[in-house]
């Protein structure tokens, strides 16, 4: 079957620090691959997409390459600001079925 | 341009009692998608829609669930009889066209359901 598995949260870090959330999937055929981001109060927005292995999404200073030897879509951030605080959901879309993972926190603090 | 909008925000009832969420998508989008959010986990497709007609409704639990986007813009979820395990957030998102991945889904700020 197809699923998505996040790394767990909370994060906490002090700003300008590097960033990493782990992202696995698992699929039929082959997926297209999704960041959202869910700032507080606020609805889900896509922060960024691949749609094929190897492709490299990114926006915001946030990166994420489609590995499909290792079936993995890392999120990235070379220094997070106060800004990045937020709940950060991996995506997999494939046919017209879209799974996400459990969301992971992150807390960037001054 | 306007977003997803949703209401109610926020939604109390008793158990066994009924309740009706309301989704207006973005203009011009064919494509309305209705997902289901338990505390702690991650968004679950529940249906969706292109235009008027049901693309897909496996995920959601007919017994209990309705859903109907009669003239193809804005959609009504309602479920009859809520139970406990209901309590979620429910959150209406819209794509420009029906093609899986290949467009953007622009989610709303979601209903919050407690039902005690």
């Known amino acids: 079957g197809n699923s998505v598995t996040q790394m767990e949260g909370p994060v906490t870090l002090s700003e300008e620090a590097f960033l990493t959330i782990n992202c696995t999937y698992t699929?039929?055929?082959?997926?297209?691959l999704f960041w959202y981001v869910q700032y507080p109060g606020e609805g889900l927005q896509l922060l960024l997409k691949?749609?094929?292995?190897?492709d490299k999404g990114s926006n915001k200073g946030f990166e994420a390459t489609y590995r499909k030897e290792t079936t993995s879509f890392h999120l990235e951030k070379g220094s997070v600001q106060v800004s990045d605080s937020a709940v950060y959901f991996c995506?997999?879309?494939?046919?017209?079925?879209?799974?996400f993972g459990t969301g992971t926190s992150l807390t960037v603090i001054p | 341009e306007a977003g997803v909008a949703q209401s109610p925000r926020y939604k109390i009832i008793e158990k066994r009692q009924s309740v009706a969420f309301w989704c207006n998508p973005i203009?011009?989008?064919?494509?309305l998608y209705w997902y289901q959010q338990i505390l702690g986990q991650g968004p679950k497709l529940l249906i969706q829609?292109?235009?008027?007609?049901?693309?897909?409704d496996s995920q959601l639990p007919k017994d209990r669930f309705s859903a109907e986007r009669l003239k193809g813009v804005d959609s009504t979820l309602k479920i009859q009889p809520a139970k406990l395990e209901d309590s979620a957030v429910y959150l209406c998102?819209?794509?420009?066209?029906?093609?899986?991945?290949?467009?953007?889904?622009?989610f709303g700020p979601g209903t919050r359901l407690t039902v005690l």
């Open positions: 829609f292109q235009n008027n007609g049901v693309v897909d």
């Open positions: 995506a997999l879309g494939t046919g017209n079925q879209f799974y």
């Open positions: 998102a819209s794509s420009l066209r029906l093609a899986g991945p290949r467009y953007t889904q622009y």
């Open positions: 691949a749609t094929k292995a190897d």
């Open positions: 203009s011009g989008h064919a494509t």
């Open positions: 699929a039929t055929g082959y997926p297209s």
